[in-house]
């Protein structure tokens, strides 16, 4: 397939993209080129390319497939991770994906198979996190695992493997994994406080903050 021209939104996303990438790593969420950032515009999907130091991806290093993951944009080789990617723009109405290894979410998903409702900003991931299955990275059985656990929520942990959540834009995107990997990281600071037990919130707790964080944040 012929290279697309790219044009000033994709140039603008691709920006927004490596910046969010950058941040992963700064944050502390993945370490050297582990993880990876995607971001869909209209039909095209521009994602991290495989391998590359995200301090040294440049503009002219823009990478984009199509849905199908055709690549249409860059040579640069996509992620490995790409078959994760597109199974959420193919099944949910996301505009970006956040992949990491981050530490405490991924030891959560070796530990148990939903992290526990140790704090009310699950209701911002729509509910309960629960892992997916372990499958080797970049197969289509790991985005099938993946897929599963995301039903009806907008997040998930990846047994053995790290998180995953999208967004209707690369901030909300990042901010659901930052608020992800905290949770994990109080619930894992919570239980190591020898002969207590954390306290859980109830699903019907969890339903009243979903109903209170609809109205959260500035009305424009």
């Known amino acids: 397939m012929a290279e697309q021209r790219r044009d000033a939104e994709q140039e ?3 920006a927004e993209l490596v910046a969010t990438a950058r941040r992963t790593v700064a944050d502390g969420l993945v370490v050297g080129t582990s993880g990876n950032v995607s971001a869909r515009v209209g039909d095209l999907v521009l994602v991290t390319p495989s391998g590359v130091p995200y301090d040294r ?3 002219d290093d823009i990478t984009g497939v199509d849905l199908a993951g055709r690549q249409v944009l860059g040579t640069l080789v996509p992620t490995s991770e790409l078959a ?3 199974a959420v723009y193919r099944s949910t109405d996301a505009r970006a994906v956040v992949h990491t290894h981050a530490v405490h979410a991924t030891a959560v998903s070796t530990l148990v198979p939903e992290l526990p409702l140790v704090h009310y900003m699950a209701a911002a991931l729509g509910g309960p996190v629960r892992v997916a299955p372990y499958a080797t990275y970049g197969t289509d059985e790991l985005a099938e695992n993946m897929l599963r656990a995301l039903a009806g929520r907008s997040g998930c942990l990846l047994q053995n493997h790290g998180t995953l959540t999208y967004g209707a834009g690369l901030d909300q995107a990042y901010d659901r994994t930052a608020q ?3 949770m994990c990281r109080l619930w894992l600071t919570a239980s190591s406080v020898p002969g207590l037990a954390p306290s859980l919130l109830t699903e019907a707790q969890l339903a009243q903050v979903g109903e209170r964080l609809k ?4 009305r424009r």
Do not use: A, C, I, S
């Not at 109205?215 to 500035?218: L, N, P, R």
């Open 57 to 59: 991806l440049t503009p």
């Open 215 to 218: 109205g959260y944040g500035q």
């Open 180 to 182: 992800l990997e905290w």
């Open 12 to 14: 603008r996303t691709w």
């Open 84 to 86: 994760m990617h597109l």
